[in-house]
């Protein structure tokens, strides 16, 4: 299993432009999580899905969008880039069978904002 | 509002001696406590978790300690080696079944062990 995988791992954005960060998971995982962290802080939930079409905000949802139309996919998309979105983007996933499961990350993408 | 809260921002011991990590929490509706192990360029990786009805849980060199009365946990590694040189995240779970395993992390302790 390649586990949870996330493409680009860098991109340098310029002010105004869009981009779509990939995500895909081979657990068959019902939860998938967007995270972003900023230098010196921990992980802020941006958006969150408990299935194939069904999603919801998290914590910092604002100048992002996401879609999951499949159990493996889960992109998220930013439609007119800011300075304030420069970060390390973490997509997760996780079982949704009762009780509490932990959450696997994938590597990461560092977007820059300029 | 800081949730969780990880006061210490780095933390350095020699090989072989304990590590203590701690964090504080303020929301008395978090239920499910966990540690996340991060290296640099690599995603989080889980460590270890504690339920809000036990107070201790231990794997092998790791433990972590819950004082549900002081919304505090911490965790020990003994002993501590140079390959567990990475930062730790404190993060929690409300209860409830909307919480759909929503983690809020504190903002990370890096720990350095010197060989």
């Known amino acids: 299993n390649a586990g949870v995988t996330q493409t680009p791992k860098f991109r340098i954005l310029k002010i105004g432009q869009s981009m779509t960060l990939q995500c895909t998971q081979d657990m068959n995982h019902n939860y998938m999580y967007w995270y972003r962290q900023d230098p010196g802080m921990g992980l802020k939930l941006i958006y969150y899905?408990?299935?194939?079409?069904?999603?919801d905000k998290g914590e910092v949802p604002n100048g992002y969008n996401v879609s999951r139309s499949t159990t493996e996919d889960f992109p998220l998309r930013l439609e007119l880039a800011a300075p304030s979105q420069t970060s390390v983007y973490f997509c997760?996933?996780?079982?949704?069978?009762?009780?509490?499961?932990?959450?696997?990350f994938g590597p990461g993408t560092r977007l820059t904002v300029l | 509002d800081q949730q969780v809260k990880q006061n210490s921002p780095s933390l350095s011991v020699q090989e072989g001696r304990i590590s203590i990590l701690n964090c504080d929490y303020t929301?008395?509706?978090?239920?499910?406590f966990l540690w996340y192990k991060k290296y640099p360029a690599e995603g989080p990786t889980f460590l270890i978790s504690i339920s809000s009805i036990k107070d201790k849980n231990e794997d092998g060199r790791f433990t972590v300690f819950l004082n549900k009365s002081a919304k505090h946990l911490s965790l020990h590694i003994v002993p501590s080696q140079p390959g567990d040189s990475a930062v730790y995240f404190c993060?929690?779970?409300?209860?409830?079944?909307?919480?759909?395993?929503?983690?809020?992390f504190g903002q990370g302790t890096i720990l350095t062990v010197h060989p």
């Open positions: 899905s408990v299935g194939a079409g069904i999603t």
């Open positions: 997760a996933s996780s079982y949704s069978t009762g009780g509490y499961n932990e959450q696997f």
């Open positions: 929301n008395s509706m978090f239920d499910y």
């Open positions: 993060a929690a779970i409300p209860a409830g079944g909307t919480s759909y395993g929503k983690l809020t």
